[in-house]
């Protein structure tokens, strides 16, 4: 086990999860959960999500008279 992760028993894991949520959430350190000494899941902190795209040109496009109607005809 390295030293971004660590063991609990389930016992220990049950009457503080909140807690180690908060600490694996902090200390960006995974926990292992064992039963009698056996592996039996593992809480990882959540990686970084970017931003949605949605939005991040707001404000920097402006539009010029009617987008909605008929269009004028083109002079040739």
């Known amino acids: 086990m390295d030293n971004l992760e ?5 016992g220990e894991f049950k009457a ?3 807690k180690i949520m908060d600490e694996v959430s902090q200390d960006r350190r995974s926990v292992t959960v ?3 000494g056996k592996p039996v ?3 990882v902190p959540v ?4 931003g ?3 939005g991040w040109l707001k404000g ?3 539009l010029a008279g009617d987008i909605v109607g008929a269009p004028r005809e ?3």
């Open 60 to 62: 920097s496009v402006t």
């Open 47 to 50: 990686k970084e999500q970017p």
């Open 52 to 54: 949605s795209p949605f």
């Open 34 to 36: 064992t039963k009698h």
């Open 6 to 10: 660590r063991e609990l028993p389930a």
């Open 16 to 18: 503080t999860c909140l």
């Open 41 to 43: 899941a593992r809480m």
């Open 74 to 76: 083109v002079a040739s």
